[in-house]
């Protein structure tokens, strides 16, 4: 397996954006193919948007979940996008970045160029999403080469800050916009974005969420079924916010919620 930081060479300047003092890192877990036993196989990819209100990323979302995924057979990339102060649009177009960076080396990297899915936890689930409802926005034409250029093959949405209406987590869209943009926010209330263009969508919530309500999944489940996007969507009964892959690792051990990772990879290896 090849461990490494990649540099994204994200076009910032194209999108009029200020780079961000601290530079994104996009950490690789690579599987390479072995004589002995994988000599031309092609693995799914998925690339990681950990949570953390769009102040930080969380460590529990980041490198245990790719260690999950890659004993599931999957090429991992944690994105660790930039965060408050950095303002809406530019953890989207490092997120597009990353996909357009592991389409163009799919072969170099042994990955199925049409299974390469984006996982986004909480206010990560939020990013993903909003790449998956604005991979063909005119706000990424600038940067756009070709049509599906940034779009994910699918998405895995776990506990996703969805919605700016009544149920949003109010502070990731502060974090996201800044107060002084805070008005803008129904623009990024992403149920309301929907299309039969969203990528396939896998989605998980606990029902006694106390950070992000469950409400958030369903308003982007509902809106994807009426745009017959197909869906998968698990909520589990018990369980807080932050879960991760829900095991001894994280710090946060709750009875069957783990499951979401292997009906996930499921959703992934079925499309």
């Known amino acids: 397996m090849l461990i490494e930081e990649i540099k994204l060479n994200v076009p910032y ?5 200020d780079t961000p003092k601290k530079e994104v890192i996009f950490t690789g877990y690579i599987i390479q193919n072995s004589e002995q ?3 031309d196989r092609k693995r799914p990819a998925l690339i990681i948007c950990p949570g953390g209100g769009y102040a930080f990323t969380s460590d529990r979302e980041a490198t245990p979940v790719a260690l999950e995924f890659l004993a599931k057979g999957f090429s991992c990339f944690v994105l660790r996008y930039s965060t408050n102060p950095s303002r809406f649009p530019v953890s989207l177009l490092e997120l597009a970045t990353a996909v357009k960076m592991v389409r163009e080396n799919a072969e170099n990297w042994d990955i199925e160029v049409d299974k390469i899915a984006v996982c986004g936890f909480s206010a990560g689930g939020h990013l993903a999403a909003s790449l998956g409802v604005f991979w063909n926005h005119p706000i990424l034409s600038p940067v756009r080469k070709s049509e599906e250029q940034f779009k994910p093959n699918a998405l895995i949405l776990c506990y996703p800050v969805i ?3 009544e149920k949003s987590h109010k502070s990731s869209f502060v974090n996201l916009l800044g107060r002084n943009r805070l008005a803008q926010k129904e623009s990024l209330s992403l149920e309301k974005h929907v299309t039969d263009k969203l990528p396939p969508t896998f989605l998980w919530h606990t029902y006694t969420d106390p950070g992000v309500p469950v409400e958030n999944s369903l ?3 509902n809106a994807a079924v009426a745009s017959k996007v197909p869906i998968e969507m698990h909520i589990y009964p ?9 095991n001894e690792l994280v710090n946060t051990p709750v009875h069957n919620v783990g499951t979401w990772i292997e009906f996930a990879t499921e959703f992934i290896k079925n499309l």
């Open 13 to 17: 300047e194209k999108l009029n954006l």
């Open 37 to 39: 036993y994988s000599k």
């Open 219 to 221: 308003l982007f489940a």
């Open 163 to 165: 919605t700016a209406g």
């Open 238 to 246: 018990k369980g807080g916010h932050g879960l991760s892959i829900a």
